[in-house]
């Protein structure tokens, strides 16, 4: 097994920080668009300020769809997983003890879901085909977030093997989204009481 020279361990750690970004950003733009369906505590918040909410909820889902397509681009200046495994394969000093075959594997086991982002990206995200019809459900819910889940084991495996080191996929303001609808839904029922 060839040990890696500095070159190589710094583009290897650079890639895997863009990656974990990446990674990031999906999972946080996945959660805030979780947090703004409109679930029977917040339809009426929602529906007050549509303007808002509307173009906000389909903003967080195409980013959401445009962050997890980067993460499984083929292009080779894409801070993607397959650029990660394929650095692995060529030389798996940069992670000993990594099997990429098996995390290929645990990849594919989400093919499903990849393949509506993928064609939601392609047709709705990044690009407007108006030979398409909409998908009803362009992401599946319970699928995306098994897989977000996996992508975060997944890396955290490769980061753990490189450099002992574990990430969190939160951001510590994860719970504003909640908190603002809550404000609002508190402001709108104060405004609607009967002044004495």
């Not at 020279?5 to 895997?16: G, I, K, M, N």
């Not at 009803?136 to 495996?157: A, Y």
């Not at 402001?187 to 004495?196: C, M, W």
Request: with cysteine.
């Amino acid at each position: 097994m060839p040990t890696p020279d500095e070159r190589q361990v710094r583009e290897f750690e650079s890639l895997l920080e863009e990656l974990r970004k990446q990674l990031l950003d999906a999972c946080v733009h996945f959660d805030i668009w979780v947090q703004l369906f409109p679930t029977a505590q917040v339809v009426d918040v929602i529906n007050q300020y549509k303007g808002f909410f509307l173009p906000t909820i389909n903003a967080h889902l195409d980013r959401f769809i445009i962050k997890v397509s980067n993460l499984f681009s083929n292009s080779p200046s894409s801070p993607s997983f397959y650029r990660i495994f394929k650095m692995l394969y060529n030389n798996p000093a940069f992670a000993s003890g990594v099997d990429v075959r098996s995390l290929r594997k645990r990849l594919k086991q989400h093919r499903k879901v990849l393949e509506a982002i993928k064609e939601y990206r392609n047709t709705r995200a990044a690009h407007w085909d108006t030979q398409v019809q909409a998908q009803r459900k362009p992401v599946l819910f319970g699928e995306s977030k098994r897989m977000l889940g996996e992508l975060q084991d997944i890396f955290n495996e490769v980061c753990r093997a490189h450099s002992r080191i574990v990430w969190s996929f939160k951001y510590s303001q994860q719970s504003n989204t909640s908190s603002l609808l809550n404000t609002l839904k508190l402001r709108r029922k104060q405004k609607l009481k009967p002044t004495l």
